[in-house]
């Protein structure tokens, strides 16, 4: 079975400084890794997706992740935050057939 | 990328009515759809898989009976919460996979019973 750690509930970053959300993994096979954003009251977006080649990935809104296999991290990152970035960010993991399995949620706070 | 739909986006009823909330997958076919529950400030927790032509697949602890699911077409899931309750009151997302594996998310439906 896969399971999925946010570590940290919260984190307050003040506008334009880097941001950094942490998410590790815990899996005996294989997996795919996503990020997700919540906006108040609505759905989730994807903000990118790890599957498989460059370890490295660029996302939409600025935001990368880069996976970490020994670490079992995938972490997003963003050099330079806006007040527009506050939302609910969410770490998910699959290894298929099975289903997502989500994290507990980050929510970040961009301060003026 | 995908887009998934749901309607309503708010529904408020009395306790002991049903309410029907339909998800569509709306430039993609989808076999398989999913449906979410979230509480407030608390991550997604999943509900049931709706399979298209068969019975929908219960996560522990979910009533079957209370959360009726019905995939009739490739493009629609619709979640019935029978005879409501307060406690139903939630954020309910559902969720389709496009032929990869991704799932994109509808815009949720709040259910606030009274």
């Known amino acids: 079975a896969q399971s999925v750690t946010q570590l940290d509930s919260q984190v307050p970053v003040f506008e334009e400084a880097p941001v950094e959300l942490r998410c590790n993994y815990s899996s005996s096979v294989s997996v795919y890794l996503f990020w997700y954003v919540q906006y108040p009251n609505q759905g989730l977006q994807l903000l990118l997706k790890?599957?498989?080649?460059?370890?490295l990935v660029k996302g939409i809104n600025g935001f990368e992740a880069e996976f970490n296999k020994s670490q079992t991290s995938f972490h997003l990152r963003k050099p330079s935050v806006h007040i527009s970035d506050t939302a609910e960010y969410f770490c998910a993991v699959s290894a298929p057939p099975d289903k997502y399995i989500f994290g507990t949620g980050t929510r970040l706070k961009v301060l003026a | 990328g995908a887009v998934v739909s749901q309607h309503p986006s708010w529904v408020i009823c009395k306790s002991g009515t049903s309410v029907k909330i339909e998800c569509r997958s709306l430039?993609?076919?989808?076999?398989?759809m999913f449906w979410y529950r979230q509480f407030p400030k608390q991550s997604l927790m999943l509900m049931a898989t709706s399979n298209e032509g068969s019975k929908a697949t219960y996560e522990q602890g979910v009533e079957k009976d209370k959360f009726l699911i019905n995939h009739a077409s490739l493009t629609l899931s619709t979640l019935t919460v029978t005879s409501a309750h307060p406690e139903d009151s939630s954020f309910y997302i559902c969720?389709?996979?496009?032929?990869?594996?991704?799932?994109?998310f509808g815009p949720g439906t709040r259910l606030l019973v009274l």
């Open positions: 430039d993609f076919q989808a076999t398989t």
């Open positions: 969720s389709a996979p496009d032929q990869g594996e991704t799932q994109y």
């Open positions: 790890y599957l498989s080649g460059s370890t």
